[in-house]
């Protein structure tokens, strides 16, 4: 398993001041900025651009920036974010025509590349080797794509420990994010499902101090691998 990330979705932050709200969230303890790109086309409402990701560049943000693109068609937007700045992007398969050549064109631009599975997207792309080798990402969605603040879609968690099997038959080094709804109510119960990566908006900017409820997710990770006698011992 890999070390767990914490990644504050920047569609809940302040974007009166985004630049000094993305970098309190960092220095808070997050690990990963995580842009919910909306094209009010494959999925309801509009979001941001390219710009935004090249603007936290600009403003100093050396974090990971891990792009998740509700958009279609894909390839296009993925060249434009991976030039301003972007580490990842993930897309939805359904999204594009040809999901092979999509996922080269962003690894071609030297970024990491993910696929992105809605509720009721069925998984079987992933039982092509062809795509499984490509992947560094996959995020399952544990809400419908489209707007922020949904509650968590509990069926998620069956779907988790699916994909968590199929990534650890077979040796891959991908991470298993999931996005929609992640709380400290909840994070727990998704890590124990197999998710490495938790993307979350509205619990943690929608917070009076995110250096607490980050640190809550903290513990609440920490339980899933609890330290065993002979590591407490040494």
């Known amino acids: 398993m890999k070390e767990f990330l914490i ?73 434009a974010f991976a ?33 992105v599975f809605n509720p009721n997207t069925d998984l079987s792309c992933l039982d092509n080797v062809n795509v499984m080798d490509k992947l560094d ?12 603040g949904q509650s968590f879609i509990p069926a998620t968690l069956d779907t988790l420990c699916q994909v968590r099997k199929l990534i650890d038959d077979g040796g891959y080094d991908i991470r298993l994010g999931v996005d929609g709804g992640i709380n400290t109510a909840n994070i727990y119960e998704t ?17 009076p101090n995110y250096k607490t409820v980050i640190e809550m997710m903290r513990c609440e990770l920490a339980k899933v691998f609890p330290p065993s006698v002979t590591d407490v011992n040494h």
């Open 7 to 79: 990644a504050p979705s920047i569609l809940a932050a302040d974007f009166a001041r985004l630049g000094e709200d993305t970098a309190k969230v960092l220095a808070s303890g997050a690990d990963v900025i995580h842009f919910d790109v909306m094209d009010n086309h494959y999925v309801p409402n509009l979001t941001v651009g390219s710009m935004v990701c090249q603007s936290l560049r600009n403003y100093g943000i050396l974090a990971p920036i891990d792009v998740h693109l509700m958009v279609k068609p894909v390839d296009h937007l993925a060249i």
């Open 83 to 115: 030039k301003a700045g972007a580490t990842s992007i993930s897309f939805h398969p359904e999204a594009t025509k040809d999901i092979t050549c999509t996922l080269a064109l962003i690894k071609n631009q030297g970024c990491k590349v993910g696929l």
């Open 137 to 148: 990402i996959i995020l399952l969605m544990s809400v419908n794509p489209g707007f922020g």
């Open 191 to 207: 890590a124990k499902a197999g998710a490495d990566m938790f993307v979350a908006g509205s619990a943690i900017f929608k917070q």
